[in-house]
C-alpha cells in the first residue's frame, strides 16, 4: 500500500508540476481569443473612467462575465494587463477546488494523510496541462472557477451546523454558500445549475424553513432574470440544440465527463462515461431518499458531480451545433477532471471501508488513469504549445516592427483581426500587457539605431525571400547563428547598404522542422523580420543578428529583395490584357468603389464598398500574353478584406498563381502583380469574396499586362 501511495504521489508532482511550467514558461502577456473583445469594450469606454456596471453584466456569448471581468480589471490595474494575476487566479483556484474537494473526502470519516493524498492527487489532475487552454489563457479564469464556487457552496451547505445550536456559525455557512452560488452563477451560463442542486442539498439537510427559504428566493430571482434574458436575446433560445436529438446529447455529456482521458478513445470516454454516470446518479438518489442518511461531506460529493453533468447538458445544448467532436476540447478537460476527482474519491471511500486490499492496485491504476494523460499532453503537444505561444508574440513584434500586419493577429484573434489590432493600438498607447514589457520583443536600442554597419565577427546561415512593396512593407525570414560562439541571435535587423534600417525582428518563428526544445544554448527557431511600407524600396539589404547584451554579428554579403507582389504605379508599356469586360456568378457589386481616386487605366471599376455583406464572384477572361511576365490587377480594399482573394487560372482551370488579401491595399488604389511560371492564351482572372464583415470591402478593375 505504501509503495501504490508513494507512486501516486510521485506522479501528481510530476503533472503538477508540469501545469505549473505550462503556465510560466509557455503563457504571453499578448491578449488573444475572447479577452480581446474586453479589452475593446474597455478601451471605446474611457477605460477606468467610463467602464461600469452595464459594460461588466454585459453578455459575452452564453457567459455573463461579471465576476471574470473584475479579475480582468484587477489584472490591468495590478498587472499592467499581462495576464500574471489572471494566470495566478486560475493556479491558485485549481489549488483551493483541490483542497475543499480533499476537506470532503476527510469529512467521510478518513485520517487526514488519506485526505492529504487525496489533496495533491485532486491538485495534480486540476492543474494537468491536458487543459492547457484553461491553463494558459486568461479569458479562462471563469472556466476554472464557476466549478470551484459551485463545489464550495455545496461543502458550506454540508458543513453547516444544523441543530447544534450555533447560529452563526449556520448563518455564515449559508450565506456562503449563496454567494458562492452567485459567484458560480456570474462566472458563467452553466453557473444557474448551483441552484437547485443546491436547494435541494439544503432540503436534505434539513436547514431551517427560513434559510431555505432564502435559498430558493436568491436562487429563483437569478433563475427567472437570466433565463429569461438569455431567452430574450437575439440569438438566445435558438441556439440551444433541442434538435440534435437524445442520443447525440447523451454522447456529448459522456464525453464531456471524461474529456480529461479522452486519449482513451471516444468509446472508452462513453463506456467510462456512462458507468460512472449511472453509478454516482443511483448512489446520489440512494444518499437523498435512505432513512439512515449518509455523511452530509458524501452528498456535496454528489452534489459536486450532479452540477457538472448539468453543466456538460447545458454545454451540449449550446454548443452540438457546432459538432460532437468539441466534446473533447481542451476547455472541457476542466470539467471533466472536476467530476473524474469526485467521482473517484467518492470510489475510494467505498474501496476504503469495503475493499481495502484492493487500494493496492487501485489507487495507482486510477491515479494512472487520470494523471498519465496530462503528462503525454505536456510532452507530445509542447512543439504545438510553443508554437502559439510564437504566433501570439510574432503578432506584438509585428506590431512593433512594421505597423499593422493582419496576417500576424489572425492566431491571436482569428475572428477580426482589424479589432484586434485596434485593441494593440490602444494598449500599446497605455503602455499595458506585452507593451509593459516591450523590451521583451525588442532588441535593444543600440542595435535600431541608424549607421555604418558594423564589423562584427560574421554570422553563419540561410535567408529566405526578402519582400519589399507599397503593401506589405518589408518581410525576411532567415536563421542565423555566430561563426565564434555558435549561438543562435534572439533579435535580426536588415539595413539598406547605407546602413539605414529597414526591419528588425525576433526568434519567434515556429519551425516544424526543428526540435521543439532548444538544444544546448541555441535558439531553436527561425527569425522573422518586418518593417514598414516606406516611399522608397532598397535592392539590397544587409542581415545581422543582435544578442540580448548588444553584440552582433552580420551575415556575409547583401541579400536581394524579390520581385513586389504590389506595385505603387502602372509600369510603363503594361497594356491591356481583357478581352471583354468581368462577369459575375451572383451578387454583381455595382457602385461601391471607394472614395479613392481610381487610376484611368483601371477603368471600368467595380466593388462592394458599403456593401459589404454582398459576396460575389468575378471573372474575367484574359487574351493573347505575348511577351508579357504576369499579369496586373488593380485594387482597393477595406483594412482587412478577409477571406477575399485574387486567382489565375488557364483554360482548362488549373490554378496559375494565387494571392489571398490578407493584406489591405488602402488608402488608395495598387497594382496587384501576378507572375505565373507559364502564361498562355484564355486564362481568366477570378476574385472571390468569402467573408462579410465591414472591412472586407474589395474594389476591382479592368487587368493589364505585366511588362
Same mark, same amino acid.
Given at each position: ?62 457567459? %455573463? ?29 485549481? /489549488? ?96 444557474? @445549475?448551483?441552484?437547485?442542486?443546491? /436547494? ?6 434539513? +436547514? ?143 474501496? +476504503? ?10 489507487? =495507482? ?91 562584427? =565577427? ?56 526543428? @526540435? ?81 481616386? /481610381? ?15 454582398? %459576396? ?5 477572361? +484574359? ?9 496586373? /490587377? ?74
Amino acid at each position: 500500500m505504501r509503495t501504490a501511495v508513494a507512486f501516486s504521489l510521485a506522479l501528481a508532482l510530476v503533472t503538477a508540476a508540469s501545469g505549473i511550467a505550462y503556465q510560466i514558461f509557455l503563457s504571453t502577456p499578448v491578449p488573444s481569443g475572447d479577452i480581446v473583445d474586453f479589452y475593446d469594450r474597455f478601451f471605446a469606454a474611457g477605460g477606468f473612467a467610463g467602464y461600469g456596471l452595464a459594460d461588466l453584466y454585459q453578455w459575452h456569448n452564453e457567459h %455573463r462575465l461579471f465576476l471574470p471581468k473584475l479579475w480582468f480589471l484587477a489584472d490591468i490595474a495590478v498587472a499592467d494587463a499581462r495576464q500574471t494575476l489572471l494566470l495566478t487566479v486560475i493556479a491558485v483556484s485549481a /489549488v483551493l477546488h483541490a483542497g475543499v474537494l480533499a476537506v470532503l473526502f476527510g469529512g467521510l470519516g478518513h485520517s487526514r494523510t488519506a485526505a492529504a493524498v487525496a489533496f495533491a492527487i485532486a491538485a495534480a489532475a486540476l492543474l494537468s496541462p491536458v487543459q492547457y487552454e484553461n491553463l494558459l489563457n486568461g479569458f479562462q479564469v471563469q472556466f476554472v472557477q464557476v466549478w470551484l464556487f459551485a463545489s464550495l457552496a455545496f461543502a458550506l451547505i454540508a458543513w453547516a451546523p444544523v441543530g447544534q445550536g450555533r447560529p452563526v456559525g449556520l448563518a455564515l455557512c449559508v450565506i456562503g454558500a449563496t454567494v458562492a452560488g452567485l459567484c458560480s452563477s456570474y462566472s458563467m451560463f452553466n453557473g444557474l @445549475a448551483v441552484w437547485p442542486i443546491l /436547494v435541494v442539498l439544503a432540503l436534505w439537510r434539513r +436547514l431551517p424553513p427560513a434559510w431555505s427559504a432564502c435559498l430558493v428566493a436568491v436562487g429563483g430571482a437569478v433563475l427567472a432574470a437570466e433565463c429569461l434574458g438569455f431567452l430574450n436575446r437575439p440569438e438566445g433560445g435558438g441556439a440551444l440544440g433541442f434538435g440534435s436529438g437524445a442520443w447525440t446529447i447523451l454522447r456529448f455529456t459522456l464525453r464531456y465527463l471524461t474529456s480529461g482521458i479522452g486519449d482513451i478513445g471516444t468509446l472508452g470516454q462513453e463506456i467510462v462515461g456512462i458507468l460512472l454516470v449511472v453509478a454516482v446518479t443511483a448512489a446520489g438518489l440512494r444518499g437523498l431518499a435512505r432513512v439512515e442518511r449518509p455523511a452530509p461531506a458524501r452528498m456535496a460529493l454528489y452534489a459536486v458531480c450532479a452540477f457538472v453533468m448539468a453543466g456538460a447538458v447545458a454545454t451540449a445544448l449550446g454548443r452540438l451545433h457546432i459538432g460532437l467532436g468539441i466534446a473533447n476540447t481542451s476547455r472541457y478537460t476542466t470539467p471533466s477532471m472536476v467530476f473524474l476527482v469526485a467521482a473517484g474519491l467518492l470510489g475510494f471511500d467505498y474501496l +476504503l471501508r469495503h475493499r481495502p486490499r484492493t487500494l493496492g492496485w487501485a489507487l =495507482p491504476l486510477g491515479v494512472v488513469l487520470l494523471l498519465v494523460p496530462g503528462d503525454v499532453h505536456a510532452v507530445r503537444d509542447l512543439k504545438d504549445r510553443l508554437a502559439a505561444r510564437d504566433l501570439a508574440d510574432l503578432a506584438i513584434v509585428s506590431h512593433l516592427a512594421g505597423g499593422y500586419r493582419p496576417e500576424m493577429l489572425e492566431p491571436i484573434y482569428p475572428p477580426l483581426p482589424s479589432r484586434a489590432a485596434r485593441v494593440l493600438e490602444a494598449m500599446q498607447a497605455a503602455g499595458l500587457g506585452p507593451f509593459s514589457v516591450v523590451g521583451r520583443y525588442r532588441p535593444p536600442d543600440g542595435a535600431l539605431a541608424d549607421g555604418p554597419v558594423a564589423d562584427d =565577427p560574421h554570422c553563419t546561415g540561410s535567408v529566405g525571400r526578402l519582400r519589399f512593396d507599397p503593401v506589405t512593407g518589408v518581410t525576411l525570414s532567415a536563421t542565423l547563428a555566430s561563426v565564434r560562439s555558435g549561438r543562435r541571435p534572439p533579435w535580426m535587423v536588415v539595413r539598406s547598404p547605407e546602413g539605414r534600417v529597414l526591419a528588425w525582428g525576433a526568434a519567434l518563428e515556429p519551425r516544424s522542422d526543428r @526540435a521543439p526544445i532548444p538544444q544546448s544554448g541555441i535558439l531553436a527557431r527561425g527569425l522573422r523580420a518586418f518593417g514598414e511600407a516606406s516611399d522608397g524600396t532598397a535592392e539590397f539589404v544587409t542581415v545581422e543578428g543582435v544578442f540580448g547584451d548588444g553584440s552582433r554579428c552580420r551575415l556575409t554579403g547583401t541579400v536581394a529583395a524579390s520581385e513586389p507582389t504590389y506595385l505603387a504605379e502602372l509600369p510603363p508599356g503594361a497594356r491591356p490584357a481583357g478581352t471583354g469586360g468581368w462577369t459575375f456568378a451572383a451578387n454583381a457589386p455595382t457602385g461601391g468603389i471607394g472614395n479613392a481616386a /481610381v487610376p484611368p487605366e483601371a477603368l471600368p471599376v467595380h466593388g462592394n464598398f458599403g456593401l459589404a455583406r454582398r %459576396r460575389f464572384t468575378a471573372v474575367l477572361t +484574359l487574351g493573347q500574353p505575348g511577351e508579357a511576365r504576369g499579369v496586373l /490587377v488593380p485594387l482597393h480594399t477595406g483594412r482587412h478584406p478577409a477571406g477575399a482573394d485574387v486567382t489565375l487560372l488557364d483554360s482548362g482551370g488549373t490554378v496559375l498563381d494565387t494571392v489571398a488579401l490578407d493584406r489591405a491595399v488602402a488608402p488608395g488604389w495598387f497594382w496587384l502583380a501576378l507572375r505565373p511560371a507559364r502564361l498562355e492564351p484564355g486564362m481568366r482572372v477570378e476574385i472571390r469574396t468569402g467573408v462579410t464583415r465591414p472591412s472586407d470591402e474589395v474594389a476591382f478593375g479592368a487587368p493589364r499586362w505585366l511588362p
